[in-house]
């Protein structure tokens, strides 16, 4: 079946603008996750949502970073005034339920100048 | 902060086995060991799990010593396909911390 499926694949945007990264998880997952890839900080968990809420927002880097997620599925990761230490690849995995393993998609490249 | 330790790096000859250890000694009762993989340019995969007893499905077997303090991922026949950063994690399976704490993984290279 289709997996995790994220967009755009690249992104580059110019330091100051706002982006938007889409994340469509597996159909039925109830819980989604973010993440990012950084050449100095490796793999980072950013925020977890379960249904609709995110019970756990604790690895959002800034006021700057926001996400949501309507309807069970579709979530967008939203990061303001973009800086050139956002620059990573932004990671969104789901599972079948809040204890079982996670299923990633193949990330967004994001570049900020 | 991860809670496991593994090797930096690791070789591996095509067709033979590849063992990768695993320190995690400060685990808990409830915690789980978790296994994912993450072969270039894509995201993580992940591969197998376990709590005490031994594990094995399609892609991996898991070792997990009596005491729990440290586990092995074996693949038993290892293919070009299965270079990657291999990482252990340990977690949780109940409650609000659902997250997956990467650590730097083992780069686990098989050579032809």
């Known amino acids: 079946g289709a997996g995790v499926s994220q967009s755009p694949s690249n992104k580059v945007t110019e330091k100051g603008k706002d982006v938007e990264l889409r994340c469509d998880p597996i159909?039925?997952?109830?819980?989604l996750y973010w993440y990012r890839q950084s050449l100095g900080q490796g793999l980072e968990f950013l925020i977890y949502?379960?249904?609709?809420?995110?019970?756990?927002k604790s690895g959002l880097p800034s006021d700057r970073f926001s996400a949501e997620r309507t309807g069970g599925s579709v979530s967008t990761l939203t990061i303001q005034r973009t800086q050139q230490e956002d620059s990573a690849v932004y990671l969104c995995?789901?599972?079948?339920?809040?204890?079982?393993?996670?299923?990633f998609g193949p990330g967004t490249r994001l570049t900020v100048t | 902060d991860a809670k496991t330790t593994q090797p930096t790096s690791m070789d591996c000859a095509e067709g033979r086995a590849a063992n990768l250890p695993c320190n995690h000694s400060?685990?808990?009762?409830?915690?789980?060991v978790y296994w994912y993989r993450q072969i270039h340019s894509q995201g993580p995969q992940y591969i197998i799990h376990?709590?005490?007893n031994n594990e094995t499905n399609e892609m991996a077997s898991l070792i997990i010593t009596e005491d729990r303090k440290s586990s092995t991922l074996i693949l038993p026949h290892a293919t070009l396909r299965d270079t990657a950063v291999y990482y252990c994690?340990?977690?949780?399976?109940?409650?609000?911390?659902?997250?997956?704490?990467f650590g730097q993984g083992t780069r686990l290279t098989i050579n032809p």
């Open positions: 995995a789901s599972s079948l339920g809040w204890s079982l393993e996670q299923y």
């Open positions: 159909s039925g997952h109830t819980a």
């Open positions: 949502f379960q249904g609709n809420s995110a019970p756990d």
């Open positions: 400060t685990i808990s009762g409830n915690e789980y």
């Open positions: 376990g709590l005490k």
């Open positions: 994690i340990v977690r949780v399976n109940r409650g609000r911390d659902q997250k997956l704490v």
